[in-house]
Every structure is written in structure tokens, then in C-alpha cells.
């Protein structure tokens, strides 16, 4: 059974940082494509980062570049977000994700290009 589980989210102050975790388990993603999703309350999923399949490069959403860096570990089957800077904006629950199709990086934007999803964690930010 695919799980990805993730942790590290927490109340932070405005400024603050965190690092999320997400720990995948039941299969290895050597060449799947991964990412990073957050939904605020109310407000559709967006894409915000995300490590192409052959781990070599790292795609991001425009505003969030400075701020956010992705990064994994791939001894330990776990991506990381690193989260600095953070502001009321950046609230949500944030959730991994794994591609649908290996070998390819198309449509990294999409949420629909995903198919396993962790249950997420919350990330709160208090002025």
C-alpha cells in the first residue's frame, strides 16, 4: 500500500519558518515526479513546488521563489519544503504529492497530474 504521510506543520509567527516532511512508503518514486500542494479554507489547490522525475531539477510557483525550497532525500524516501519568511498568506494545509505517469514532468502545475496524496499537514501563521 502507497502511503505518503506528512509532518513538521505547526503554528509559526509571521516571519517565521518551518519544514515539512513527507515521508512516502509501499513503493519508491526513482522516476516519478513529486510536489507540493496547499489549500487554504475556501480556496482551490495550488501548486507550489515541485522535484522533476529524475531529481534533477526543482519547479516552483513564481511568488513563492526565495521563500520555499523543496528538497529530498532519496535514502530516506522523504521530500522536504522548506518554508522561511512566512506570512499570513502562506496558511494552509500543505500536502505531497506523487505523479501519475513516471518518466515525465507535463502538466507539473496540475493537481489532476497526481495520483497519491498524503492527508497533509497545517501550516498556520499568526501576525
Known amino acids: 500500500q502507497v502511503r505518503l504521510i506528512e509532518s513538521g506543520g505547526g503554528l509559526v509567527h509571521t516571519g517565521g519558518s518551518l519544514r515539512v516532511s513527507c515521508a512516502a512508503s509501499g513503493r519508491t518514486f526513482s522516476h516519478t515526479g513529486m510536489g507540493w500542494f496547499r489549500q487554504a479554507p475556501g480556496k482551490e489547490r495550488e501548486f507550489v513546488a515541485a522535484i522533476g522525475w529524475n531529481g534533477l531539477r526543482y519547479y516552483y510557483t513564481d511568488s513563492l521563489k526565495g521563500r520555499f525550497t523543496m528538497s529530498s532525500d532519496n535514502a530516506k524516501n522523504t521530500l522536504y519544503l522548506q518554508m522561511n519568511n512566512l506570512k499570513p498568506e502562506d496558511a494552509a494545509v500543505y500536502y505531497c504529492?506523487?505523479?501519475?505517469?513516471?518518466?515525465?514532468?507535463?502538466?507539473?502545475?496540475?493537481?489532476?497530474?497526481?495520483?497519491?496524496w498524503g492527508q497533509g499537514t497545517q501550516v498556520t501563521v499568526s501576525l
Open positions: 504529492a506523487a505523479r501519475t505517469s513516471e518518466y515525465s514532468d507535463d502538466n507539473y502545475l496540475s493537481p489532476s497530474s497526481y495520483y497519491y
